[in-house]
């Protein structure tokens, strides 16, 4: 699935031409999908509406109470980005919206896996990371301050990179470890960090590359 301004497109593997799955009257913010349904931030009043994949009737599942960015999805939840400052949620199924994490110093970008919910902080430089059962939040690691700070979740470790670093922890804690120094980055944009099984992905922008770690 891809954004393009005010439609939502979908693009078959197997190589089959792009088809819209969702036309909104306002630009489309962030996507997720499962295995139905495909969720979207709709702009500029920041609803969180899930659309099913198949075709049908969308529902508006919560609306932000600031810019919402950043959705993702777990087989429970849709979380979001609530502005620079919290982390919400809200179920699949429809229900009240709840805060996860809050009082965020700008909120870069989060993730959830392995039973919490890693957030990155632009203003302090660092990488937190919260139990979704309760309980307070721990440090996982540092970066830049005042960087972008964009995360990544493999099945073991978390990897996150800003303008200078790619640096990885162990999900379940354990010490942070510098994996790629002195980045070729842009001050006028992110890099961008992606795991998987095998390895860890990471752009760095002011070459025009991607460079590849096995895990």
Known sequence: FYVDRFRVERVDLAGAPPATVVADGFFVGSIAADATHLYRVTQPFSGIVAAPVA?????LLATAASL????RVTPTHVYFGDGLTAIRRV??????????ADGIASL?????????????????GQVSALPLAGGPARL?????PFSWIHLAAGPERLYWVDQAALSAAPLAG?????????????AG???????????????????????????
């Open 108 to 124: 870069s970008d989060f993730v959830v896996a392995g039973g919490i919910v890693v957030y990155s902080e632009q203003d302090l």
């Open 68 to 71: 919402a960015e950043g959705l």
């Open 174 to 186: 354990g010490p942070q470890q510098l994996l790629a120094v002195d980045l070729d980055s842009d």
């Open 140 to 144: 996982v690691g540092v970066a830049m």
């Open 189 to 215: 944009f992110a890099n961008g960090v992606f795991a998987d099984d095998e390895a860890v992905f990471w752009s760095e922008v002011g070459a025009g590359t991607i460079r590849m770690l096995p895990r």
């Open 91 to 100: 179920p699949l199924a429809g229900g009240a919206a709840e805060t996860v």
């Open 55 to 59: 075709g049908g009737a969308e529902t």
